[in-house]
T-cell receptor
Framework: EDQVTQSPEALRLQEGESSSLNCSYTVSGLRGLFWYRQDPGKGPEFLFTLYSAGEEKEKERLKATLTKKESFLHITAPKPEDSATYLCAVRAGGGNKLTFGTGTQLKVEL | DTGVSQDPRHKITKRGQNVTFRCDPISEHNRLYWYRQTLGQGPEFLTYFQNEAQLEKSRLLSDRFSAERPKGSFSTLEIQRTEQGDSAMYLC???????????FGPGTRLLVL
């Protein structure tokens, strides 16, 4: 069974204080690793898809990287508007479903 | 805006009642997914459709749950004889083809009293 573990569960940063969120996974035949952002009471918002080890994607202050066992979401000089829950998900094997982790709740303070 | 839409956004019902939710995917997206999310957890897969065919169902989808996508466009998710444990956010997502990104709607928050 596919497993996704995210750490830390919660992270509090000062504005401008860079950090990384971790997503480790155990799957049989990775077909994509996805990062989403979720604001309270809303649906997940797509950020990145990574397909193979060594791949990197960037968007504004966010950069996602992938190895054979884990993915990192690096946040550079975060702002309060980056506060949200960040979800990691995998698609594996022959299925089409996404298996999600429990998320990292990020709060960025002034 | 042409994103995924869901209706209603909130639903409060009494235990034992039936409820139905609707999802309208992004136009031209042939795949539609339903997930359930409880507080502090990530979304959990329930079922998915390719066009009008329901191709996969999770073990989470008990006999009280049924989903349809009659014309390959919008989808409905019905829960019969609701239980307090059904209280959750029900999320719909759509994608174009099997390898494309799944885009989520705003969700329907269900509270069963």
């Amino acid at each position: 069974e596919d497993q996704v573990t995210q750490s830390p569960e919660a992270l509090r940063l000062q504005e401008g204080e860079s950090s990384s969120l971790n997503c480790s996974y155990t799957v049989s035949g990775l077909r994509g690793l996805f990062w989403y952002r979720q604001d309270p009471g809303k649906g997940p918002e797509f950020l990145f898809t990574l397909y193979s080890a060594g791949e990197e994607k960037e968007k504004e202050r966010l950069k996602a990287t992938l190895t054979k066992k884990e993915s990192f979401l690096h946040i550079t000089a975060p702002k309060p508007e980056d506060s949200a829950t960040y979800l990691c998900a995998v698609r594996a094997g022959g299925g089409n479903k996404l298996t999600f982790g429990t998320g990292t709740q990020l709060k960025v303070e002034l | 805006d042409t994103g995924v839409s869901q209706d209603p956004r909130h639903k409060i019902t009494k235990r034992g009642q039936n409820v139905t939710f609707r999802c309208d995917p992004i136009s031209e997206h042939n795949r539609l997914y339903w997930y359930r999310q409880t507080l502090g957890q990530g979304p959990e897969f329930l079922t998915y459709f390719q066009n009008e065919a329901q191709l996969e169902k999770s073990r989470l989808l008990s006999d009280r749950f049924s989903a349809e996508r009659p014309k390959g466009s919008f989808s409905t998710l019905e829960i019969q004889r609701t239980e307090q444990g059904d209280s959750a956010m029900y999320l719909c997502a759509s994608s174009l083809g099997s390898t494309e990104t799944q885009y989520f709607g705003p969700g329907t928050r269900l509270l069963v009293l």
